[in-house]
């Protein structure tokens, strides 16, 4: 589920949603979040 994979990952990183909100698309720990979403969410194709 990818609420739990974002709380995980946020606890994981020391990260509350504001400063995820607040963080450059390019930091870091803002990629390693985006890359485990895709990893584990599908995409649909319509």
């Known amino acids: 589920?990818?609420?739990g994979i974002l709380?995980?990952?946020l606890s994981r990183w020391?990260?509350?949603e504001e400063?995820?909100?607040r963080a450059?698309?390019?930091a870091p720990g803002e990629?390693?979040?985006a890359t485990r979403l895709?990893?584990?969410t599908a995409?649909?194709?319509k």
Request: glycine share 8%; net charge positive; no cysteine.
């Open 1 to 3: 589920m990818p609420i």
């Open 7 to 9: 709380a995980g990952e």
């Open 14 to 16: 020391g990260w509350t």
């Open 19 to 21: 400063e995820l909100v």
């Open 24 to 26: 450059r698309q390019k």
């Open 31 to 33: 990629m390693a979040i």
């Open 38 to 40: 895709r990893r584990a």
């Open 43 to 45: 995409l649909t194709l």
